[in-house]
């Protein structure tokens, strides 16, 4: 068998056997395993008041009084981006819009912590990490241990569908901050 063919064969099936483990797919699957999760569990706080969390009703008047015009509308999108974002993160499942999800709504963070400066309590740091990673594993990809690998058209993760993805999560937080924040 040559090499190309090999190849070929390795990148046609999901998990191969002949396929060695590599650190990277470690490593990415513990960073996504813990980011997302993090996150899927703050979209939860904010969806339906678990955790403790403020629910719908709590994270709308906190987006109303940080400056948002539409907090109820916010509280979804918040909610519901760090939520699938995060679980898609945590899986491996159509990571590059998982990131961007989380990248856009970190961004928002970032943008209403601003003149806290940038260490916490007060400040952006945590949410600049946090977006960071997210825009890192949408460029990267999820590794071998992802549900991307059972999936024909995301088996082998091309850098341009990242590239996309954290473009969209970057103008879409953008086009909020300009039309829902006074």
Do not use: C
Request: hydrophobic fraction near 50%.
């Amino acid at each position: 068998m040559t090499t190309t063919s090999s190849t070929a064969h390795l990148a046609s099936t999901p998990l191969s056997t002949a396929e060695p483990t590599r650190p990277h797919d470690i490593g990415l699957l513990l960073l996504r395993l813990v980011v997302g999760s993090t996150m899927a569990a703050h979209g939860a706080e904010v969806l339906f008041g678990s955790f403790g969390g403020p629910g719908l009703a709590g994270a709308a008047r906190y987006f109303t009084s940080v400056g948002y015009t539409g907090g109820q509308v916010m509280a979804v999108v918040a909610g519901g981006s760090q939520f699938l974002g995060g679980l898609g993160l945590a899986v491996g499942l159509l990571t590059p819009l998982s990131g961007a999800a989380i990248v856009g709504t970190m961004i928002n963070a970032v943008a209403v912590k601003w003149h806290g400066g940038f260490f916490i309590p007060t400040g952006f740091e945590y949410e600049l990490t946090v977006a960071t990673v997210a825009a890192t594993l949408a460029l990267s990809g999820p590794g071998r241990f992802a549900v991307d690998r059972l999936i024909p058209g995301l088996r082998t993760h091309r850098m341009a569908f990242g590239i996309v993805a954290v473009a969209v999560g970057i103008a879409l937080a953008l086009l909020v901050l300009l039309t829902l924040r006074k």
